[in-house]
């Protein structure tokens, strides 16, 4: 009887000091769940309960003119490329304990400058198993709403565990906020006083070292062009050696020439084509982009800008000084061209891991 009890105490006792950890299972049918609802949608033959998605999807170019159905059904399918099973098992597993078992509420603010670009917090937050409120841009076109309303659906507990704020986010325990440079100020003063991440502007560079292949650079225009440039993924500065010839890039650019039938896009192009050429701007055109040499991290829309180096370790330098400013290295010494739009579930925007932040919050 004795040992019994005893037996019995040690197992309470490590029950209670047990370390909390993810629910592995639910997280793992919840994402592949997103992930066959996604891809029904972007493959144009939508589960029924993904039928709002879907129309969202078609309309969301008339809330937010920069959304067309090409950029929006992009943007799915490299969603369903990231939440593979394989990619959703190793994210798992390689997930650290949590810090509690009692859920808090975390706020989400989310930036509308290309499709789903919260939804990587979104996944994030319903996985750590925290109470989840978030607050969509304006620009979103209503797709994170449709997307979260077509998940839960199908999803048990998702609907409970995720609130969208229809004013200000409130009765929070925890940020993550997304904007742009002015924003992320705002941001940092409005939720300094709970645990926080704030994201503010960042934009992409390419390194060339000049041994690229044509295939090189039209992958390279992949990076470049995709979400007509919106993108902190978006390449806006290029590294090439003092001898390259940039009839090269304009060569590779050359499949991306429809992009000049977009009004908006267009309009920028030649705003600043009429600008730079009334200050006597050197530049190099081909009737869709500039290409302006310049320091600047971030290009406008339309334009490219780029800095020719002799050493490459000019370019280090370079890369080191402006790390707060840069998202995403493209080419000689970062990830392989073509690939920037392409986020994986580890690949945590501004280097700072959200799951982390997300399983160290306590009660």
Same mark, same amino acid.
């Not at 879907?54 to 059904?73: D, H, I, R, S, Y």
């Not at 090439?240 to 920028?268: C, E, K, M, T």
């Given at each position: ?12 006792? %490590? ?8 629910? *592995?299972?639910? =997280?793992?049918?919840? !994402?592949? +769940?997103?992930? $066959? ?114 998940? %839960? ?8 565990? *995720?609130?969208? =704020?229809?004013?200000? !986010?409130? +009765?929070?325990? $925890? ?127 339309? =334009? ?60």
């Amino acid at each position: 009887m004795l040992a019994t009890s005893l037996q019995f105490l040690q197992e309470m006792s %490590s029950m209670l000091t047990e370390t909390p950890k993810v629910d *592995v299972e639910r =997280a793992r049918k919840l !994402l592949l +769940d997103l992930a $066959a609802g996604l891809q029904s949608v972007a493959e144009g033959q939508p589960q029924k309960s993904w039928l709002p998605l879907a129309a969202a999807v078609e309309g969301a170019v008339n809330l937010n003119g920069w959304f067309t159905p090409e950029q929006v059904k992009f943007s799915l399918k490299a969603w369903v490329k990231a939440l593979q099973p394989e990619a959703v098992d190793a994210w798992l597993t390689g997930l650290p304990a949590k810090s509690t078992d009692s859920p808090i509420t975390v706020g989400i603010v989310m930036a509308g400058n290309i499709p789903f670009v919260g939804l990587h917090d979104l996944i994030c937050g319903v996985v750590s198993g925290h109470r989840i409120q978030i607050k969509p841009s304006r620009d979103d076109a209503g797709l994170i709403a449709a997307l979260l309303s077509c998940w %839960s659906e199908g999803a048990p507990g998702v609907q409970e565990q *995720v609130t969208i =704020a229809e004013a200000a !986010l409130s +009765d929070y325990d $925890a940020v993550i906020a997304t904007g742009s440079r002015n924003s992320g100020r705002y941001f940092q003063h409005y939720f300094g006083k709970v645990p926080h991440i704030i994201r503010g502007q960042r934009t992409s560079v390419a390194v060339l070292d000049g041994s690229e292949t044509h295939e090189d650079m039209c992958a390279l225009a992949e990076d470049i062009f995709r979400y007509f440039g919106l993108g902190c993924r978006n390449v806006t500065q290029v590294f090439v050696p003092r001898d390259f010839d940039l009839d090269r890039l304009f060569a590779a650019f050359a499949d991306w020439g429809q992009i000049a039938q977009h009004s908006r896009y267009y309009n920028n192009y030649t705003y600043h084509k009429a600008l730079w050429l009334m200050e006597a701007v050197d530049l190099l055109e081909n009737g869709f982009v500039l290409l302006k040499e310049d320091a600047d991290w971030v290009s406008p829309v339309g =334009a490219l800008h780029y800095q020719r180096y002799d050493a490459l370790t000019e370019v280090e330098t370079r890369i080191e000084e402006g790390a707060d400013n840069i998202q995403c290295r493209v080419g000689t010494g970062g990830v392989a061209f073509g690939s920037a739009q392409y986020p994986g579930l580890k690949d945590y925007a501004d280097g700072v891991d959200t799951m982390d932040f997300l399983l160290a919050l306590e009660a």
